[in-house]
């Protein structure tokens, strides 16, 4: 998106315009991630699992709190 809009918007808005302009993407972006993104410190792997399986509907895999299986070479299915 920058380098597709770059020439055309320093034109149109000079280069402290420019700047104000990214510089306020940012700061929205950051605010956006510090609403909405969940906080992870302190958790550990499977709560984080867990916490997205819920949310995004993969019930299936929530009661045994285990991620989903995956054959390895042997065909055997491991637990990640």
């Given at each position: 998106l920058v380098s597709a809009t770059?020439?055309?918007?320093?034109?149109?808005?000079?280069?402290a315009g420019f700047l104000l302009l990214f510089s306020g993407m940012c700061l929205v972006n950051a605010?956006?991630?510090?609403?909405l993104v969940?906080?992870?410190?302190?958790?550990?792997?499977e709560d984080m699992l867990r916490y997205f399986q819920t949310i995004t509907g993969d019930l299936e895999h929530v009661a045994t709190g285990s991620p989903r299986a995956s054959?390895?070479?042997?065909?055997?299915?491991?637990?990640l």
């Open positions: 770059f020439l055309t918007l320093r034109s149109l808005l000079g280069n605010a956006f991630m510090y609403a969940p906080e992870t410190k302190g958790r550990t792997l054959a390895d070479g042997d065909g055997d299915k491991v637990e």
